[in-house]
């Protein structure tokens, strides 16, 4: 009895097999339950009349991410103040209708999620489109936008609220359906008008058609070899029959000649990004209008054997926010930072969520007291920690530094807001307070860059910068000067690094009037004198952080304004 028992459990275990169960997010799922569901959108607030895309990520048991927002069912609580769409292909896209607050809801198989948008009363004044000067080659696509300036001082994307019309169609054209507001598409040489009209408002610029053809593509960085369980952005170039050279990055179709080792990814912002996995050699092509190329991507390394969460069992309180961090360390030894890589779970999404969205992976956000179990994913790695929700009363807000000093224009500075609870451990509240200036031409709060907020010093003057968060507020004095740079260093200096690693550039700098340093990191603009032997990055977050693709000795600058400064790297 036992053994046919047996019989029949191996014959269920098989023919699961033949059904195709697969780890591949890409693959139509059927057979993993969705289990939590995360709604994003590039703006919280947004002009009456005008309309934001929502996105819905479904986290599917804690395998995978995949986004669904063609699938969910999404519904408007307030229909009086704003609307969504269930139609093709704008699905998600919510448009204010009158001033005030809406909840828009999306669900499926059950697994429901809410996002709370906020419609103004503000009037478009100004609209631009950009490139101001389009140019592109016959037979090609360019993506156009239109950004309007509202009477409340705010900017939004108008690019699909517009219409878009082209002075000369046969010239080239400009969609204005819902799945093509704003694609410049050249059909013939010469030039044209494009108009993109919003309430009232017009705004032109001349596009010109070029009369050339996609000859070849070209894959940077070539050749390439990178750590495992690290991203790189590779990029496409396309040379045309009049010699010129555009970069197709987002147009052409990405691929990887084994998923095992290496992904390359195809999605809306991350196209041509590596995700390279295990050691090994494979190849990534990139293909457009019947012309591919592919280079080949040496990954070494060793594999993960375990993972570790930052911090551990933490407390936060209710409507605050934290960011884990995610390392893995691999058998021999080595650690990575695998935030980005890892899926993030929470068991009790009610108590706590915690966000795979590009940018956010592994920021938790407190939703109601009560404890949940955070984890973090990578294949068949996995590893939880316990988080617990809290209600403390909020006594007191700070902002440290209380008093800084004047920054230079062009210059920023980290700021740190803290909460002081009662019968609660002070907590970090930067990514959680609203901050607002009184003069945002003169300086403001920057909270683009992940895990970071930082005062941007735009022109000379003074203004004050607030932070609020449950009822309490902290203010703080800024003030912006002038100075010259009297001297720009980088370190370190002539450094040699291993193949395949990364390489943290610093840089500061001295001003007129002042006795320090100051840390110039995130402000100067980073190159190297060779990209195929180390890139540098630029990147809200990663600036200054090299990666060494090749051998060889390259040349590192840093430069603030007029001012540069080199230093030299050499890859072993």
Not at 107 to 113: F, M
Not at 207 to 223: E, G, H, K, M, Y
Request: proline share 5%; hydrophobic share 40%; charged share 15%.
């Amino acid at each position: 009895m036992n053994f046919c028992r047996f019989l029949l459990l191996l014959a269920a275990a098989i023919t699961l097999h033949g059904c195709g169960a697969s780890d591949d997010p890409s693959r139509p799922n059927t057979f993993t339950p969705l289990t939590s569901l995360e709604i994003s959108a590039p703006l919280a607030r947004i002009a009456q009349g005008t309309s934001t895309p929502l996105s819905a990520l479904g986290n599917f048991s804690g395998l995978f991410t995949r986004d669904i927002s063609t699938e969910v069912l999404w519904d408007a609580l307030d229909p009086q103040v704003a609307v969504v769409s269930n139609s093709p292909p704008t699905q998600g896209r919510v448009t204010g209708l009158a001033p005030g607050t809406a909840v828009i809801r999306a669900e499926l198989d059950g697994v429901a999620a809410t996002f709370q948008i906020e419609v103004s009363d503000a009037q478009a004044t100004t609209l631009a489109i950009a490139p101001e000067a389009p140019s592109l080659a016959q037979g090609l696509g360019l993506q156009l936008s239109a950004t309007g300036t509202f009477s409340d001082a705010s900017n939004q994307d108008l690019t699909f609220d517009a219409a878009w019309s082209s002075a000369a169609p046969t010239i080239a054209e400009v969609g204005d359906s819902p799945a093509e507001k704003g694609r410049l598409r050249g059909l013939s040489p010469g030039s044209t008008d494009i108009t993109a009209s919003f309430g009232g408002l017009s705004s032109a610029v001349s596009a010109t058609v070029t009369a050339a053809a996609l000859q070849s593509l070209d894959i940077r960085p070539r050749d390439a070899t990178l750590a495992n369980l690290t991203l790189f952005p590779y990029r496409a170039t396309g040379r045309f029959s009049n010699g010129s050279e555009s970069d197709l990055t987002a147009e052409v179709t990405w691929a990887g000649a084994n998923s095992a080792l290496a992904r390359v990814d195809n999605g809306a912002g991350r196209q041509g990004e590596v995700r390279a996995l295990l050691p090994g050699t494979t190849r990534i092509s990139a293909s457009l209008g019947g012309i591919s190329a592919s280079t080949g991507l040496g990954i070494i390394g060793a594999a993960p054997a375990s993972l570790s969460l930052t911090p551990a069992n933490p407390a936060l309180a209710l409507n605050t926010s934290l960011a884990f961090s995610a390392r893995a360390t691999l058998t021999n030894g080595a650690v990575r930072d695998v935030g980005e890589l890892v899926t993030w779970t929470s068991s009790n999404t009610a108590v706590a969520e915690i966000s795979n969205l590009s940018g956010r992976q592994g920021r938790l956000q407190a939703r109601n007291p009560g404890t949940t179990q955070v984890t973090a994913n990578l294949d068949e790695l996995s590893i939880s920690t316990t988080v617990i929700v809290t209600n403390p009363t909020l006594q007191g807000l700070s902002i440290t530094p209380a008093q800084p000093t004047a920054l230079p224009v062009n210059t920023s500075l980290t700021v740190t807001a803290t909460g002081v609870f009662l019968d609660a451990p002070s907590q970090d509240l930067s990514r959680d307070v609203t901050w607002s200036s009184a003069n945002p031409t003169i300086a403001d709060v920057d909270t683009s860059d992940p895990r970071a907020t930082r005062i941007k010093a735009k022109a000379t003057g003074n203004t004050t910068l607030t932070a609020s968060f449950g009822g309490r507020e902290a203010t703080v004095l800024v003030s912006v000067i002038n100075p010259d740079l009297v001297s720009l260093t980088i370190g370190p200096a002539a450094a040699t690094r291993d193949l395949g690693t990364t390489l943290a550039f610093t840089a500061g700098g001295v001003f007129a009037g002042e006795a320090t340093s100051r840390v110039l990191t995130e402000d100067v603009s980073w190159s190297s004198s060779n990209d195929e032997i180390v890139s540098i990055s630029n990147n809200a977050g990663k600036r200054g952080l090299a990666t060494l693709l090749s051998r060889g000795t390259v040349t590192i600058r840093a430069t603030f304004g007029t001012t540069e400064r080199t230093t030299t790297l050499t890859v072993n």
